[in-house]
């Protein structure tokens, strides 16, 4: 026997007992029996594995010799024995990847909890900046309007002592130029009354030439009608000449015309044209005598002017005459005002010593206020900084923490199965692609479980069937040895002579039994995939899980279903208290809860996660309901719960359900299993799980229907236990801490699942490239103000120069096609408001435009700073940055009123 053969025995030996002990070690940790792992348990391993050795060592020497029944039951024996070691062996193994797992996922929840810590910090010590900002600021502002008032009191003072100064001087010049001024001021009056007389003079002049023009404007009327007149007499005499020469042919005889006749019928036929000629000349004479009229009229109200004019020209000269004989009397006046000025002036100086007084007293006080300052700077003092201090220090403390926490991450092996999964499996390359970091962690987790599976399974498959291998390995030496046979040299096989048993000799056997292996793993995964439920549960667990330890409790994202089409997130009940009650939840809904408002003001007293995220969203009934309450839209809150137990008696109290007879109706819903409360007569109802508290209701709370609710909020609450998932589209456009309030719409979804008719249908496929677009605001108070980030991302590249161009030209042809009625109807009107009022270009337009100087009330933002960037044809954003001296929860109202004003359709004026 050479070293070489010693050597696969050791191996065998040492696999063997080391096998042994992981299996036993398995089972022990498999059924909860660490207690009892004792020596004689490994001694009864050891012996098994001994015998499992020893048997496939006499199967593989005494296979053609041995009784079939033995050898049947050594072989099952050792098969059963290599299975049961390797059984042992993979629940050790995952075992103890549980276990590291466990530790990691723990150490995970508290680097997440330490960083909702250090957000707290955070805020914490902003609020104390803000604080000693704003008491440095009124601080500031107080001895600013003082240093101002004693300034501005000694300016008042020194002028007094200035004009008391120039009075003494000034006395005698003031006598004379009051003097001079009297006698100025007659002359001035003097010379106006005269400019009044020539200017009322030159009026009659010009009343004497207005009559002039006026009595050759009719004369030219009188001249215009007599030619008229001799016109229709010259006719007259004509038609007296024509009938004339009749007249005198006379009487008529035999073969002679007559002429008296002739007379006669002409005079018959120019009867009307005789009776038109003399109606003309009485309207001539009657246009003379208006003419002459008029003329009368206009000289007589030209002559009373000229009257009144005159008595206005005897009335100057009448005050004229005053003014230069009245000047002794208002010498007099002038001689008493200046004995009051010299009595006035000795009174002066008293004040003088009295004023310079009060100046120092008010400099002294500008000097002590300039010497008064903080010691730890203008915006802060000493109890406001020990607290930032207090708060650094356990931020700093959280955080040596966290790298504490992060580098025994590292120091598993779990980072090492990461790698091979982002490196090999498919599925976590595909979420990757989508950039959203939950559904990166589920892939991840998924893999890494996928890939800890196949490493076991293939450990196992190894260990314990390579010591039975290497057993007859070594027998299969010792017995070459024991035939003189030469090791390293493979005999030459006889000619004649063919191996018994075939395929199916012992020597396969650890062939068989990897093969069956594998075949046995392959039934168990493909069993596994066939119990969906259970993976779905469990994938369920991991999500609420993965989404409770983040900086903000994530929960209410798993209730939030894939047909919603509008989300508001708020990153705390504190946001909720502050603007969701007053400025985004309607008054009807706020009634009907009638506990909302103190579930906002303290969520931790009522079972709510104060840090959690609530999310309030709006979506179309489902299917089942759909035709029914096809205008009805549905309203619901989803708020994360800290303490269930403590949730259930506060909504106990609050509702009365220990009443006698209670308003609310309680169910236990099994499947899905939640705790269905629900009014009796309002159209409200309240559903809560181990995870989440969701309030339901609907547009049309004047048409309550029980059942419609239920149906949704099992709906909702299905979605939220057994998704496994949560809507990524969402997820990804609300996830983060870089926001106090926000809002997602989806439009192509509000669109798509909007009950249509034909025509409405029509209208979608013709904007549904417009139509199709996903909007995000983000709103976050600051230290200094708010600010709000918008992005909009359309589904096709339609966001160019030419949009509104496009959509304007399509609606011109919906207007002429047979479907322009659905631009009439609600589905339309939204249409076109997200067409043209809601569209990017208009929006980021109207945000530009605002001018907080023509705005009213909004008078605490000092400034604002609108910019956009366009990225490709399909995204575009906007952002606004808004100084404001309120406090973040007012500003956050504020910038919610001036959206609402800038930006409502039904009132579209964006230049105020």
Known sequence: MNLFTLMIGASALFIAGCAAYFSVRGIALTFGAVSSFTIPIIIMASSLEFGKLIAASFLYRNW??????????????????????????????????????????????????????????????????LSGKKGSTLREEKQADERLRLESYISERRKDIEQAELSKSRLADETDQMIVGERQ??????????????????????????????????DERLERERSREEEVSNRIAQLDAAVKVYQDQGAGGFLKEDGLKKAAELLKTQGSEREALRSRMNGIQSAKDKARENLQTRYDSLDQRIVLIQSEISDANSRITGLTTGGAEQADNVKTALQNLQEARSSVDSRIATLESEIAEASRKITSLSEINSAFGPDSSAEIEAMKAELQGKKEEAEARILELEGNIRSTDIGSFKFVARAFDSEVQAAEATENPVLIKEALDRAVNRVVKWFILILVIVFDPLAVTLVIAYNASLLRIQNGEPEGIIPEPEKETKPTGGVFRFANLPVFLIFAGLVIYGIYYLGEKNEPDIENKAQNTSLINELSSRRVDDRAFAYIPEKSFGVISFSGMRMVDEVGLSKVFSDDFV???????????????????SQGRALYFLQFPGEEDRDNRSGDILFGLALPIADEDKLKDFIIRQLDLKDAVPRWRVEEVQS???????????????GMDQNCLVFLTSWWADQPNPAFLDREMQEIFLFGQEGGSVNANLSSKLSGV????????????????????????ELWESFRDFLSLDLVLKAEATSEGVSLDGRYDYQEEVLNSNYGLRVAAKLDRVRESDFAKSLNGVYGEFAEIFLQRFDYQTVSGTLERIDLTKSQGFDAFDSIEVGKRQRGDSQGSFSMKIQSNETGDKSLRLLVDLLVQALNPMNFDSSD
């Open 64 to 129: 053609r010799s041995c009784h079939p029944t033995l050898r049947t039951y050594l072989s099952f024996a050792v098969v059963l024995l290599i299975g049961i070691t390797s059984a042992g062996i993979y629940g050790y193994l995952s075992q103890a990847f549980e276990q590291t797992l466990s530790q990691v996922q723990g150490y995970e929840k508290e680097i997440s909890s330490l960083q909702k810590q250090q957000s707290d910090y955070d805020r914490r010590i902003s609020a104390y900046q």
């Open 185 to 218: 001021s007659r002359e001035d009056e003097k010379k106006r009354l005269q400019d009044v007389i020539i200017e009322r003079r030159q009026d009659i002049s010009q009343i004497e030439n207005d009559k002039s023009e006026y009595k050759g404007e009719i």
């Open 591 to 609: 009634d009907r809860i009638p506990f909302l408002g103190s579930l906002a003001w303290d969520p931790e007293a009522c079972g709510i996660q």
């Open 672 to 686: 899905p299993g939640f705790l269905s409360i629900r009014h009796k007569e309002s159209h409200i109802s309240v």
């Open 738 to 761: 870089d926001y106090d309030l926000a809002l997602a719409l989806f439009v192509d979804k509000f669109f798509e699942n909007f009950q249509k008719n034909s025509g409405e249908q």
